[in-house]
């Protein structure tokens, strides 16, 4: 789902739904992006917050501002790692050539970090928790794919051929029913905008991604029903 209404979007959004719902809205950031503080990519799950009136959504965005809310994402992506975490440290702006694509080769890109930590690791793929510090435009879709590791059914950004080069059939037809890359945000922690209290939200791991991730246990030869799925709640 698309958050909010765009060029080509113009109904069926995330906005379009919030609305319905909550008639009073309107006035909240503007008609077209009412009480939107941050954004999910379309095709990415997970938790998302919305403010509700004017003093949430001042409140949120100074948290989102200061990069005090804490964001942690899942994903499984193309290949192995020769370590267990690392950081990018890539400016991320809008690609030379292609407008709907963002890039880490652009001249005027702006400061975005993003750590990660290995979880799982599979014959061809690894589950990796994602801790991004600053919230660019696809910045852990880029970031990933800028260092060789393009997440699992990406359409934007992972590379022309990679799904075809996976010869299990029925991994194939996960990742064709998945429909859509393979990144959730899991948790979401922030100050309640009225008590001052942390509070945290955490987003079940989706079945397509389940069925990707208990598919490459089991071709692993180390399947254990539900193992790397547990490993991903006790992290949460």
């Given at each position: 789902?698309?958050?909010?209404?765009?060029?080509?979007?113009?109904?069926?959004?995330?906005?379009?739904?919030?609305?319905?719902?909550?008639?009073?809205?309107?006035?909240?950031?503007?008609?077209?992006?009412?009480?939107?503080?941050?954004?999910?990519?379309?095709?990415?799950?997970?938790?998302?917050?919305?403010?509700?009136?004017?003093?949430?959504?001042?409140?949120?965005?100074?948290?989102?501002?200061?990069?005090?809310?804490?964001?942690?994402?899942?994903?499984?992506?193309?290949?192995?790692?020769?370590?267990?975490?690392?950081?990018?440290?890539?400016?991320?702006?809008?690609?030379?050539?292609?407008?709907?694509?963002?890039?880490?080769?652009t001249k005027k890109g702006r400061i975005?970090?993003?750590?990660?930590?290995?979880?799982?690791?599979?014959?061809?793929?690894?589950?990796?928790?994602?801790?991004?510090?600053?919230?660019?435009?696809?910045?852990?879709?880029?970031?990933?794919?800028?260092?060789?590791?393009?997440?699992?059914?990406?359409?934007?950004?992972?590379?022309?051929?990679?799904?075809?080069?996976?010869?299990?059939?029925?991994?194939?037809?996960?990742?064709k029913r998945m429909n859509r890359q393979?990144?959730?945000?899991?948790?979401?922690?922030?100050?309640?905008?009225?008590?001052?209290?942390?509070?945290?939200?955490?987003?079940?791991?989706?079945?397509?991604?389940?069925?990707v991730l208990e598919w490459l246990s089991?071709?692993?030869?180390?399947?254990?029903?539900?193992?790397?799925?547990?490993?991903?709640?006790?992290?949460?």
């Open positions: 789902m698309v958050v909010h209404p765009a060029y080509g979007n113009p109904s069926g959004t995330l906005v379009n739904a919030l609305l319905h719902h909550c008639k009073d809205l309107t006035g909240i950031n503007g008609i077209l992006r009412p009480g939107i503080v941050h954004r999910l990519d379309k095709d990415t799950s997970g938790v998302m917050v919305v403010a509700k009136d004017d003093m949430a959504f001042h409140q949120l965005t100074k948290q989102f501002k200061n990069r005090t809310v804490g964001k942690v994402y899942c994903a499984i992506v193309y290949g192995r790692f020769g370590q267990d975490e690392g950081l990018i440290d890539s400016a991320i702006g809008r690609h030379p050539s292609e407008r709907k694509r963002m890039s880490t080769q975005a970090i993003t750590r990660w930590k290995k979880v799982e690791e599979f014959e061809n793929c690894t589950l990796l928790e994602i801790f991004p510090r600053t919230g660019r435009t696809h910045q852990i879709r880029v970031h990933l794919s800028s260092i060789g590791h393009p997440i699992l059914g990406d359409p934007l950004y992972g590379r022309k051929g990679r799904p075809g080069a996976i010869h299990d059939p029925f991994l194939k037809d996960c990742i393979a990144l959730h945000a899991q948790r979401l922690e922030f100050n309640h905008p009225r008590t001052g209290e942390r509070v945290q939200f955490i987003s079940p791991i989706p079945q397509d991604l389940k069925e089991k071709a692993d030869g180390k399947f254990q029903p539900g193992a790397v799925i547990k490993v991903m709640a006790e992290i949460a």
